[in-house]
T-cell receptor
Framework: DGGITQSPKYLFRKEGQNVTLSCEQN?????MYWYRQDPGQGLRLIYY???????QKGDIAEGYSVSREKKESFPLTVTSAQKNPTAFYLC????????????FGPGTRLTVT | EDQVTQSPEALRLQEGESSSLNCSYT??????LFWYRQDPGKGPEFLFT???AGEEKEKERLKATLTKKESFLHITAPKPEDSATYLC???????????FGKGTRLSVIA
């Protein structure tokens, strides 16, 4: 996860509150991704951004929002509209044109009660 | 129907007992297949990328192979430190997002 920072590692919120998860990278990668991981479900794509000021919905975007104002940063907001927000959230980056693999941050575990 | 299916879901091996993990896929035009290792509570760590049938890549006790329908991750003489969840992902032709399988949880017992 070198070069990709996700904070905090653990996050607790009350139901009905919005919460923003941070993802910062110093790898100079153009593309960034947010995934959600639940036990037995594998990784599911929430949103992705291939360039600054542009992003696309993934498979499970409902109840989430993102912004990509800077190349280094891709914050994810989990809104109160997300029905089951408790999960492990992973941010990844990718350098198109240089390599095909994605590199992952250490993750944030969000618990909503 | 899942595009990427990994089997088995969980595998328990004795130290030194070699085995293989399977990743089968149904995408029509494969651009690349990726293997990752994930330790509990951590982000996935990249292992290999395979692009064409017949390709093989190795790293320490791990060897990944690719056919037109599936990939195998062979683990030779595993050690307890190889215990982890191994994830497979595929990318279709074009700059499409990766599609991940649900992973295989490997436990290696000393």
């Amino acid at each position: 996860d070198g070069g990709i920072t996700q904070s905090p590692k653990y996050l607790f919120r009350k139901e009905g509150q919005n919460v923003t998860l941070s993802c910062e990278q110093n790898l100079n990668h153009d593309a960034m991704y947010w995934y959600r991981q639940d036990p037995g479900q594998g990784l599911r794509l929430i949103y992705y951004s291939q360039i600054v000021n542009d992003f696309q919905k993934g498979d499970i975007a409902e109840g989430y929002s993102v912004s990509r104002e800077k190349k280094e940063s891709f914050p994810l907001t989990v809104t109160s509209a997300q029905k089951n927000p408790t999960a492990f959230y992973l941010c990844a980056t990718h350098n198109p044109g240089h390599s095909d693999e994605q590199y992952f941050g250490p993750g944030t575990r969000l618990t909503v009660t | 129907e899942d595009q990427v299916t990994q089997s088995p879901e969980a595998l328990r091996l004795q130290e030194g007992e070699s085995s293989s993990l399977n990743c089968s896929y149904t995408v029509s035009g494969l651009r690349g297949l990726f293997w990752y290792r994930q330790d509990p509570g951590k982000g996935p760590e990249f292992l290999f990328t395979l692009y064409s049938a017949g390709e093989e890549k190795e790293k320490e006790r791990l060897k990944a192979t690719l056919t037109k329908k599936e990939s195998f991750l062979h683990i030779t003489a595993p050690k307890p430190e190889d215990s982890a969840t191994y994830l497979c992902a595929v990318q279709e032709a074009g700059n499409t997002p990766l599609v991940f399988g649900k992973g295989t949880r490997l436990s290696v017992i000393a």
